[in-house]
């Protein structure tokens, strides 16, 4: 791929007919490629822009690191980011918008489907695959696993779920840390092709955030697009595309849960 062209992914305009001059930036973690990121979200923020008549970029990083520097520095307006995330950048001006409804976050380890490992002890002193240090399922809370049951790993960090995925059905790695939404991205193919060998405690799933600097009337029309989805059959293939279950309104005390889990593993 193009330098040009990853550069247009990484930040690419959608357009409604809008007074608005400034385009907001509407973050997404980079859990899986560039393309297949704005392949997924682009109904979505299409919909929002279109709905609101506002302009809005569709923007991801490289990697999860690059991502939380962004998160942390305010870059994004609109951003859908990992609870780790969102829990420790919150001071940034960042507050919860939605949540899905009725899904619990939780962490998988996933080994190839003939893989011979039947058990996390088989994993002893093996290269684990994780998306990036502060994926906070598919990494902090599957070592955090692997500590509670004092099994030694060495991590390998290869920027996305998707890039954890290949590593493993190619067999570079034995095992990697997932959650079941991008897994259920994978082709059926490569689906069949992992096996899940266990999951980790379950949490608040990630927000979709809105930053402080965006108007009150806009936030609450963003609001009403996103809750609204699942009336219409537009919507509801936007959240099945996406692997969603209908959002709902979120509070900042949702993800309690999380900073609980965060004070208790310091």
């Given at each position: 791929?193009?330098?040009?062209?990853?550069?247009?992914?990484?930040?690419?305009?959608?357009?409604?007919?809008?007074?608005?001059?400034?385009?907001?930036?509407?973050?997404?973690?980079?859990?899986?490629?560039?393309?297949?990121?704005?392949?997924?979200?682009?109904?979505?923020?299409q919909?929002?822009?279109?709905?609101?008549?506002?302009?809005?970029?569709?923007?991801?990083?490289?990697?999860?690191?690059?991502?939380?520097?962004?998160?942390?520095?305010?870059?994004?307006?609109?951003?859908?980011?990992?609870?780790?995330?969102?829990?420790?950048?919150?001071?940034?001006?960042?507050?919860?918008?939605?949540?899905?409804?009725?899904?619990?976050?939780?962490?998988?380890?996933?080994?190839?489907?003939?893989?011979?490992?039947?058990?996390?002890?088989?994993?002893?002193d093996?290269?684990?695959?994780?998306?990036?240090?502060?994926?906070?399922?598919?990494?902090?809370?599957?070592?955090?696993?692997?500590?509670?049951?004092?099994?030694?790993?060495?991590?390998?960090?290869v920027?996305?779920?998707?890039?954890?995925?290949?590593?493993?059905?190619?067999?570079?790695?034995?095992?990697?840390?997932?959650?079941?939404?991008?897994?259920?991205?994978?082709?059926?193919?490569?689906?069949?092709?992992?096996?899940?060998?266990?999951?980790?405690?379950?949490?608040?799933?990630?927000?979709?955030?809105?930053?402080?600097?965006?108007?009150?009337?806009?936030?609450s029309?963003?609001?009403?697009?996103?809750?609204?989805?699942?009336?219409?059959?537009?919507?509801?293939?936007?959240?099945?595309?996406?692997?969603?279950?209908?959002?709902?309104?979120?509070?900042?005390?949702?993800?309690?849960?999380?900073?609980?889990?965060?004070?208790d593993?310091?």
């Amino acid at each position: 791929m193009t330098k040009t062209l990853i550069c247009l992914l990484l930040c690419f305009s959608i357009n409604a007919k809008s007074a608005e001059t400034v385009a907001l930036k509407f973050g997404i973690v980079p859990q899986q490629s560039a393309t297949q990121l704005l392949e997924l979200w682009a109904p979505l923020i299409q919909k929002m822009a279109s709905d609101c008549k506002c302009k809005i970029d569709f923007q991801t990083a490289p990697d999860i690191s690059s991502f939380e520097n962004n998160v942390k520095a305010g870059l994004y307006d609109i951003v859908y980011l990992n609870p780790f995330h969102f829990v420790n950048y919150q001071s940034v001006g960042y507050n919860a918008l939605v949540r899905e409804d009725g899904r619990r976050l939780k962490g998988l380890v996933v080994v190839k489907n003939d893989s011979p490992i039947k058990n996390l002890e088989d994993l002893k002193d093996q290269q684990i695959a994780f998306p990036g240090p502060t994926s906070f399922a598919a990494t902090i809370l599957v070592q955090k696993l692997f500590e509670q049951k004092n099994i030694k790993i060495t991590p390998t960090f290869v920027k996305s779920h998707e890039s954890v995925y290949f590593n493993v059905i190619a067999g570079l790695m034995p095992a990697g840390g997932g959650i079941n939404r991008t897994m259920d991205n994978l082709s059926a193919e490569d689906r069949a092709k992992l096996r899940i060998l266990t999951t980790t405690q379950e949490v608040t799933p990630h927000p979709i955030a809105i930053h402080n600097r965006v108007s009150s009337q806009l936030r609450s029309e963003f609001l009403k697009t996103l809750t609204s989805l699942k009336d219409s059959p537009l919507g509801k293939n936007i959240l099945e595309k996406l692997q969603l279950k209908p959002l709902v309104e979120a509070k900042n005390s949702d993800w309690d849960d999380v900073r609980k889990f965060m004070n208790d593993k310091r």
